[in-house]
């Protein structure tokens, strides 16, 4: 019997997987842990590894195919084993996931699968069994999807993969019940006229759109604003890059400071720096700092982590070298899971305040706005050109306080002010 290459769960948020590159052609010995294929996942493109070894006979999927975890997408045969029949590979694989939606149609729900829908049939009998493939189930609870409704077009109508992924949300009853987020009616999308365009959905934009909708529905939020003084941050800024040797390209940003001040509060003040975990509060005992970073099709959030144990270069350095990977989809998953409190600063665009949403689990996000040249009293009730920077703390209220987002925020307006401390 022929062995299959699956497309495998790179990471925990990765629910599908689109194929970028071949690293091996048909025909070519494969072993146990060899690369065989570039995958791009919703944060990263990752390499894929083979579990099994054989002769590469035949691919299942094209390059740019997106298709769900666990789906076929190669054949390997053991030496000496002849190839199956015609076609024979492809009986149990699923449909890839390329086809968009069709222009008249509206754009696909979050999470919603871009296929024509299939057909929904009466739901059996309570306590009958419902017939499926272990693929098919595999891929209905990582979907959400209630197998109950769904028609099966496999043999003596039993349910196979692509019957899953060809669902509407209208036949998945599970989900409405394990999420009642997902189960609020959506308003309906005008038809799309002829000259709109119907982008579908990327595997990120998936998941920001289930993510922060969980987020805002299942989140008590409260937010909380004040504007900080960043005269001393700026000047000691300028102080420090003009001392810096040229030669090692080092180069200190606002955020540089701002970062390693969110760092330095939530050590100070540690209930923000926790987590709501059902019937408990989980408090971290390091701080994962989450930076928010716009790559083309949204953002991803890296992690530095045990920051509260590096220095302000060190923090910088780190951030940047994420960045830079976070843009490009090299990025690993341990390097953006993990994270403790979240920073996104919109101030290099403009913006000079504004309010974010939390990154669950965390129960703070700290946004930050751009610093503005204003009017302000000064000395002796004279009036000053001042700078002044906007900062929110979005936080859950499950697990902060009004008084304990006050006394961070006292903190961190502490710590940007006197930036010395930054450097201790």
Known sequence: MPLYIEMPKLADTMTEGTLVKWRKAIGDKVSTGDIVA???????????????????????????????????????????????AAGTSHASAPTPATAAAPASSPSPAPGAAAHAAAPVHAAPASGERVKSSPLARKIAAEKGISLTGIHGSGPGGRIVAKDVQNATPAAAPARAASAPVSSVAAVPVPPAGPNDKVIPLSGMRRVIADRLLASKTQIPHFYLHIEVDAGPLMKMRAELNAGADPASGVKLTVNDFVLKAVVAAAVKVPATNSAFNGDSILQFGSVGLSVAVAVDDGLVTPVVRDAQKKSLLEISESVKDLATRARSKKLKPDEYQGGTITVSNLGSYGIEFFDAIINPPQSVIVSVGAIIKKPVVGPNDTIVVGQRLAIGLSADHRVVDGAVASLYLAELRRLIESPALLLV
């Open 38 to 84: 570039e995958v791009e996942t919703d944060k990263a493109t990752m390499e894929m590894e083979s579990f099994d070894d054989g002769i590469l006979h035949e691919f299942l999927i094209k390059l740019g195919d997106k298709v769900p975890t666990g789906a076929r997408i190669a054949v390997l045969l053991a030496k000496g084993e002849a190839a199956p």
